[in-house]
């Protein structure tokens, strides 16, 4: 076997294999196991160290071995290594065990009585692996049946979409603790002095040219009143600032520039300027439409209705 593998294909072969053994079973996300756990860079750096000393070892060992012996073992062991390898023993006993084919010698004992023309028939086995590959479809057929036909298993269509609904559940889990995967159907209004602070950094630097300080109003409309043009509320603003505003005159996306959760808090500092009354505010945009939140109006819907 090591006349077959010689030693600079046998360490870098076993090495790679630990290697990739380790790299599959240590969870190290985006980057390669030995770069995040340094313990495995050094695991690894000793296991070479380790596998080509054994390596050296055995070869010193063979050697002196090999210097003890007498001319003719000598001789024995050397015509013993110049065996080929397809002709060792160790080859053909596994062939015959896979095979259990007869030598020609040996053919008269499987001779069938049946002659066409002077051709005559053997009467070989079947190959043991070819007979073990047949024996172990006909278990897996068996145990597929009573899993699936008699105990009524999931279909691949049922698995599917079982994985496909646990999937979502996962997704839907990851998006609570991803901020930075903010949507408009997640977002929601932030009050806290920390995040309006942020926002309001964020929209003094990309904001006033357009809009003010104040929100009062320049190139863009006023930020201060009721009147929105593509909606108000915390999600319609997020909206509009993540895809821009009306085509060709309308602000642009912000989204390439500002992550969804910086967007979050900007847009919830504009809605904090609601009813401030800047100085010499701009009149409303004619397109603008006043804004009520979706549950105010349904509660006074509902109020309508008792009252009548």
Known sequence: MKKLIPIYVRVPLIFAIVFGALEYFIDSGNQPAFIKFPMVGLFLAVFLFLLIAIEIVVSAVDNVTYHLLTEEQKKQLDEAQSVPFTESTFYKNILNKLTRTKTIEQESDVMLDHNYDGIRELDNVLPPWWVYLFYGTIIFGAVYLVRFQIMD???????????????????????????????????TLLTDASSLAAGKTIYTTNCVACHRPDGGGQIGPNLTDKY?????????????????????????????????????????????????????????????????????????DSTKVAVK
């Open 153 to 187: 298993g999931n279909s691949q269509e049922q698995e599917f979409q079982m994985e496909m609904q646990e999937a979502k559940v996962a997704v839907a889990e990851y998006m609570k603790t991803a901020p930075d995967m903010m949507s408009k159907e997640k977002v």
């Open 228 to 300: 929105w043009i593509l909606g108000g509320g915390i999600k319609n603003v997020f909206n509009t600032l993540m895809e821009g505003g009306r085509d060709g005159k309308g602000m642009v996306s912000w989204k390439a520039s500002i992550k969804p959760s910086d967007i979050q808090k900007v847009a919830s500092y504009v809605l904090s300027l609601q009813g401030s009354n800047p100085k010499d505010p701009k009149p409303a945009e004619p397109e603008a439409v006043e804004w009520k939140e979706e549950r105010v109006a349904a509660s006074l």
